[in-house]
Nanobody, 115 residues
Framework: QVQLVESGGGLVQPGGSLRLSCAAS????????IGWFRQAPGKEREGVSC????????YYTDSVKGRFTISRDNAKTTVSLQMNNLKPEDTAVYYC????????WGQGTQVTVSS
C-alpha cells in the first residue's frame, strides 16, 4: 500500500525556518521522482520543488529559489524540504506527491508564516 506522510509544518514568524518531511512507504523511493506542492486558501495547488530519482537533480519554482532546499534520503525513505527565510506568502498546506503510473498524494501539512 503506497503511503506518503508529511510532517514538520507549523506556525513560524517571517524570516524563520521549517523543515518538512515526506515519509514514503509501499514503493521503492530510489526509483521515483518526488515533488512538493502547496495550496494556499482560495488558490490552486502549485508545484514548489521536485527531486529526480536518477541523478538527484532538483527543480524549484522561482518564488522559492535560494530559500528552499529539497533533498532525499533513500535509506530512510524520506524526502525533505528545508524552508528558510519564510514569507507570509509561503503560507499554505504543503503536500508531497509521487507518480507511479497513478498519482499519490500525502494528506498535507499546514505551514503558516505570520507575526
Amino acid at each position: 500500500q503506497v503511503q506518503l506522510v508529511e510532517s514538520g509544518g507549523g506556525l513560524v514568524q517571517p524570516g524563520g525556518s521549517l523543515r518538512l518531511s515526506c515519509a514514503a512507504s509501499g514503493f521503492t523511493l530510489d526509483y521515483y521522482a518526488i515533488g512538493w506542492f502547496r495550496q494556499a486558501p482560495g488558490k490552486e495547488r502549485e508545484g514548489v520543488s521536485c527531486i529526480s530519482s536518477s541523478d538527484g537533480s532538483t527543480y524549484y519554482t522561482d518564488s522559492v529559489k535560494g530559500r528552499f532546499t529539497i533533498s532525499r534520503d533513500n535509506a530512510k525513505t524520506t524526502v525533505s524540504l528545508q524552508m528558510n527565510n519564510l514569507k507570509p506568502e509561503d503560507t499554505a498546506v504543503y503536500y508531497c506527491r509521487v507518480d507511479l503510473g497513478r498519482t499519490y498524494w500525502g494528506q498535507g501539512t499546514q505551514v503558516t508564516v505570520s507575526s
